[in-house]
Nanobody
Framework: QVQLVESGGGLVQAGGSLRLSCAAS????????MGWFRQAPGKERELVAT????????YYVDSVKGRFTISRDNAKNTVYLQMNSLRPEDTAVYYC?????????????WGQGTQVTVSS
């Protein structure tokens, strides 16, 4: 089992940047696929980006490609989401999630979320 704690959210103007961090407990962080999700008010939660256990393979939803970068530091048990050129439509609660590598389907482990607000 892994526990996740996000940080780094806040209020930023459109065009600005934020870096979210997600710190994981436990000594087996490297065996988890990590994902960042977001949920805006009145909308369903959506997958934003994922990164495999080694950091070699990543995925981004089309709306953030070229603007967001997911990365991980397994020595620090931390995954990051660098968000550049932020837009008002990026406003949401951002969650990190983990699932054991090699598994498909839902992510069983979630953080509590961090609010990102982008003003126009």
């Amino acid at each position: 089992q892994v526990q996740l704690v996000e940080s780094g959210g806040g209020l930023v103007q459109a065009g600005g940047s934020l870096r979210l961090s997600c710190a994981a407990s436990g000594r087996t962080f490297g065996v988890y696929t990590m994902g960042w999700f977001r949920q805006a008010p009145g909308k369903e939660r959506e997958l934003v980006a994922t990164i495999n256990w080694s950091g070699i393979s990543t995925y981004y939803v089309d709306s953030v490609k070229g603007r967001f970068t997911i990365s991980r530091d397994n020595a620090k048990n931390t995954v990051y989401l660098q968000m550049n050129s932020l837009r008002p439509e990026d406003t949401a609660v951002y969650y990190c999630a983990a699932k054991p590598r090699g598994t498909t389907g839902a992510y069983p482990y979630w953080g509590q979320g961090t609010q990102v607000t982008v003003s126009s």
